[in-house]
């Protein structure tokens, strides 16, 4: 049976019967999230390479510096997003 082109979605209600995992259901609360942030289509809308952090960028700067220090920070070329750990911003 093939499914692909299925645009339908469970209820909350029937997922929270079905999964009795929370960090599950927060997993797939975030990338719920993610998919409607990106299907938004923000001007300026970009993400770090390494993690889910989103930002807007007004500018032209070359650096995304992320903001998220506690799972990642690092700095990254927005062009060819490459970054290193030796890049990690200071917690």
């Known amino acids: 049976m ?3 082109g299925c645009t339908s979605s469970y209820p909350r209600p029937a997922l929270e019967r079905c999964i009795r995992d929370k960090r599950l259901l ?3 609360d975030k990338m719920q999230q993610r998919k409607d942030i990106i299907d938004a289509n923000i001007e300026g809308l970009e993400s770090c390479p390494f ?3 989103m930002c807007i ?3 032209d700067s070359k650096a995304f510096c992320c ?3 506690e799972l990642c920070g690092i700095i990254s070329c927005r ?4 970054g290193s750990q030796a890049s990690r911003l200071r917690r």
């Open 2 to 4: 093939d499914l692909s």
């Open 26 to 28: 927060n997993l797939l």
């Open 51 to 53: 993690c889910d952090f």
């Open 57 to 59: 960028f007004e500018g």
């Open 67 to 69: 903001q998220d220090t």
């Open 79 to 82: 062009r060819c997003h490459l």
